[in-house]
């Protein structure tokens, strides 16, 4: 019913930047908080921003300064952009949303994560 499709992953080195998108698709209702999270391999998938319908956000404390996260209602998408990247930023990086779809007469609450997308940092 609902899918995230992710882009704008890449190979940058250390200092540089990158913007990554993620797109909701399907059919649902609305669209409460969306976040990115990251995982490296061999490690716990880690929270890295989130968002919520209104705009308000909330950073992780070793991205806070470096990394925004924004969103475009109208157009069901999440928005990364990472500045001042570094080595450690390297990872898969996935968005989460939670997403309202409709089961008469009701509505029901999914929990959603897109592919990932992976973001390589060279030193």
């Known amino acids: 019913q609902v899918q995230l499709v992710e882009s704008g992953g890449g190979l940058v080195q250390a200092g540089g930047s990158l913007r990554l998108s993620c797109a909701a698709s399907g059919r649902f209702v609305s669209i409460d908080a969306m976040g990115w999270y990251r995982q490296a391999p061999g490690k716990q998938r880690e929270l890295v921003a989130i968002v919520t319908f209104g705009g308000s956000t909330t950073y992780a404390d070793s991205v806070k300064g470096r990394f925004t996260i924004s969103r475009d209602n109208a157009k069901n998408t999440v928005y990364l952009q990472m500045n001042s990247l570094k080595p450690e930023d390297t990872a898969v990086y996935y968005c989460?949303?939670?997403?309202?779809?409709?089961?008469?007469?009701?509505?029901?609450?999914?929990?959603?994560w897109g592919q990932g997308t992976l973001v390589t940092i060279s030193s």
């Open positions: 989460n949303a939670a997403i309202d779809i409709w089961e008469h007469p009701r509505t029901r609450r999914l929990d959603r």
